[in-house]
């Protein structure tokens, strides 16, 4: 007789390394018997996958977690978990406060999560959000079995060391780590081999990437090179990078790396020094658009995309109006753009804090002048021709979705699957979220 898979369902919330993390738990709780579903109505265990980064992503967790109080109730034997970084930061008081919670991991005991699904059982609850001394990536390398869609997240590097006085990064995923070159190298290759044409290099600070590498070159444009050889694997990008650890080699390799495509996510926060220097930045305004310069200079078509915080403490109109200069300065392709939200236990959350009223009204204005010139960027791709690797049908009968060379959405007509081919398409129209093109053939 053999016993039907157990389902598992888990919700991923906050940044690509949670997405690369979520995959990499289904595939160790594969190994307890697992297969994965889509609601957690017929699962036979959830996984939540949380983000703690601001005040309402924390939220969401325990709005979430009641809503699934029914479902425990009714089964059971229902088995809930909660991992990532809210669970790294408030560990042992979501057990305390929700009951229905058998398990938390925070992000370095991934590893560990099949032997606690295991001793989670008649109403045992177990938490773990130690950072241990083994290596997680050790056992969890992704190492798919079955073909996959055709673009991938790889981690090459977790944790911060940075602390800027915001940001709960450095707390929830600790310390600055990278993997070695090596390792990265096969799991690239096995990911290839599963049919992955673009990859995307994650880490919390990924241009800060120093593994064990051989050759000529270190760093992450070291670790590129080498990735650029592993024939099938045509599209390499990174993200999320900060400012000063942009070298030489990286900004060169823009210019050289055929393969690298032409995006960069950039945060720089604000526009204002003084606010910089508050936020533990370590780099000043006229310092980034130097950089910014330099990366042009080397790769002119780049596309440039940054993060921004409106309302940090002390922030005045005048910081805020040197926000606004930058932005227009660089010509940014997107961006994001949040209002400040205080963190226990970073420095700032101890500041007094902007009105909310004035918060509001600085992010109106900083996203219009975003929004508008992400429709430029948009717009000027219309007669152009770039390649696109396509991933999906779109929402049209007989069309094709993929992304350009610049990261952006693109549809083409099209009655064959054109999934996992990369073809030069011309664009003929920009929308608001994505560009129509046709086929070059
Ligand atoms: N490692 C990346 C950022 C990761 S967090 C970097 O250094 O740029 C993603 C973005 O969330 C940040 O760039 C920042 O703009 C925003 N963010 C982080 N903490 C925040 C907070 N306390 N309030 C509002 N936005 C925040
Ligand atoms: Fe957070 Fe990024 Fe600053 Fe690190 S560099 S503390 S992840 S915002
Ligand atoms: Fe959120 Fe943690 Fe990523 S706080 S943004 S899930 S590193």
Redesign the pocket.
């Known amino acids: 007789m053999t016993t039907a898979p157990k389902k598992l369902y888990i919700k991923t919330y906050?940044?690509q390394?949670?997405v690369y993390d979520s995959e990499r738990m289904a595939e160790a709780l594969g190994s307890q018997g697992y297969v994965s579903t889509d609601t957690a109505e017929d699962a036979d265990m959830v996984l939540l996958n949380t983000?703690?980064?601001r005040e309402k992503?924390a939220e969401k967790l325990y709005s979430d977690l009641g809503r699934l109080k029914p479902l425990k109730a009714a089964r059971p034997n229902l088995k809930i978990g909660v991992a990532?970084?809210v669970a790294q930061a408030e560990g042992e008081e979501i057990v305390r406060r929700m009951p229905l919670v058998d398990l938390v991991v925070g992000p370095q005991n991934y590893h560990r999560l099949p032997e606690m699904e295991a001793a989670a059982h008649g109403g045992a609850r177990v938490v773990d959000t130690d950072f241990p001394v083994e290596d997680k990536f050790d056992h969890l390398a992704a190492r798919p079995k079955a073909r996959r869609g055709p673009t991938a997240f790889l981690t090459v590097q977790e944790g911060c060391d940075k602390f800027c006085a915001f940001c709960?990064?450095p707390y929830?995923?600790g310390a600055e780590v990278s993997r070695p070159a090596d390792r990265l190298l096969a799991e690239a290759q096995g990911l290839v081999e599963a049919g992955v044409r673009e990859i995307t290099l994650l880490g919390?600070n990924v241009n800060a990437w120093h593994g064990e590498i051989a050759g000529p070159l270190t760093g992450l444009a070291g670790l590129i090179g080498q990735l650029a050889q592993i024939d099938g694997l045509d599209r390499i990008r990174y993200t999320t990078s900060h400012p000063n650890d942009m070298d030489d080699a990286l900004i060169e390799a823009h210019g050289s790396q055929a393969k690298l495509m032409p995006y960069l996510h950039l945060p720089v926060q604000s526009g204002s020094d003084r606010i910089l220097k508050a936020m533990n930045r370590k780099h000043t305004a006229e310092a980034y658009l130097r950089l910014i310069e330099r990366i042009r200079a080397a790769r002119p078509d780049i596309l440039l995309t940054s993060d921004f915080i409106v309302g940090f403490p002390g922030e005045t109109d005048a910081d805020f109006a040197e926000t606004l200069a930058l932005v227009a300065a660089v010509g940014y392709g997107a961006a994001y753009s949040f209002k400040y939200s205080a963190r226990p236990g970073t420095p700032a959350a101890e500041r007094a804090e902007v009105p909310v009223d004035v918060m509001d009204d600085r992010l109106q204005q900083l996203q219009a002048l975003l929004t508008r010139q992400q429709k430029a960027a948009q717009e000027a791709m219309v007669g152009r021709t770039t390649t696109v690797l396509f991933e999906k049908p779109g929402r049209l009968d007989r069309q094709w979705g993929g992304k350009s060379e610049h990261l952006h959405a693109v549809h083409v007509p099209s009655a064959n699957d054109l999934r996992g081919q990369i073809l030069p398409v011309r664009i003929t129209e920009a929308g608001p979220n994505s560009l129509a093109g046709e086929l070059c053939l």
């Open positions: 906050g940044c390394m949670n983000c703690h980064i992503a990532g970084c709960v990064v929830t995923r919390q």
